[in-house]
């Protein structure tokens, strides 16, 4: 059974930065195209950004220029390095492989930006 466990989230000024990672264990990734997502309050989840395994990358609009995905295969590790942080970044962060079959969520990284 895969578990995906993401950290790094925390309280930051707007304009700030921060670094999320997200293990996978129980299998080995380097195959899967990878993915954080967030939910904002009262929101849906929305897909932020992708990454294939060749590190091929996308990133939602809102986000472009701002963050940056990579990934460690070796590591089943995928960051999100998040730099010029708005209030409207605030959300809860998921990672998950980019597939028509999600793996079972992880509890997410709190992500909270103060203006």
């Known amino acids: 059974q895969v578990q995906l466990v993401e950290s790094g989230g925390g309280l930051v000024q707007a304009g700030g930065s921060l670094r999320l990672s997200c293990r996978a264990s129980?299998?080995?990734?380097?195959?899967?195209?990878m993915g954080w997502y967030r939910q904002a309050p009262g929101k849906q989840r929305e897909l932020v950004a992708t990454?294939?395994?060749?590190?091929?990358?996308y990133y939602a609009d809102s986000v472009k220029g701002r963050f940056t995905i990579s990934r460690d295969n070796a590591k089943n590790t995928v960051y999100l390095q998040m730099n010029s942080l708005k209030p409207e970044d605030t959300a809860v962060y998921y990672c998950?492989?980019?597939?028509?079959?999600?793996?079972?969520w992880g509890q997410g990284t709190q992500v909270t930006v103060s203006s």
């Open positions: 998950n492989q980019i597939s028509a079959t999600l793996w079972d």
């Open positions: 129980g299998i080995i990734f380097s195959p899967n195209a």
């Open positions: 990454i294939t395994r060749v590190s091929g990358t």
